[in-house]
């Protein structure tokens, strides 16, 4: 199995900045994607940003110029920088990594159990 934790959530006025952190951990093969998501009380969950395998990125609209995402492949790690941070933002947010445990197997979608963000003054 995969383990994937976040870590980083927490309460900051509006226009501050918080960093995310994501491991993702046990029997992976390969990882093609690790992405953030998002979930506001009352909403959907959506996307926030994705960091592919080939280093290419991929942002929600709402998040552009503000938020960015990194990662290092060696570790299995991804961190999302968010900046300018608006009460809009706040939302529990979750690190999803799609896996290949093994050589042959088809890339199979973990889930982390999220860290929430407060943005409020």
């Known amino acids: 199995q995969v383990q994937v934790v976040e870590s980083g959530g927490g309460l900051v006025q509006p226009g501050g900045s918080l960093r995310l952190s994501c491991a993702a951990s046990?029997?992976?093969?390969?990882?093609?994607?690790m992405g953030w998501y998002r979930q506001a009380p009352g909403k959907q969950r959506e996307l926030v940003a994705i960091?592919?395998?080939?280093?290419?990125?991929t942002y929600a609209d709402s998040v552009k110029g503000r938020f960015t995402v990194s990662g290092d492949s060696a570790k299995n790690t991804a961190e999302l920088q968010m900046n300018s941070l608006e009460p809009e933002d706040t939302a529990v947010y979750y690190c999803?990594?799609?896996?290949?445990?093994?050589?042959?197997?088809?890339?199979?979608?973990?889930w982390g159990k999220g860290t929430l963000v407060t943005v409020s003054s």
């Open positions: 999803n990594t799609i896996v290949t445990m093994s050589r042959g197997h088809l890339p199979i979608p973990f």
């Open positions: 960091l592919f395998s080939s280093g290419s990125t």
């Open positions: 046990g029997s992976i093969f390969s990882i093609s994607t």
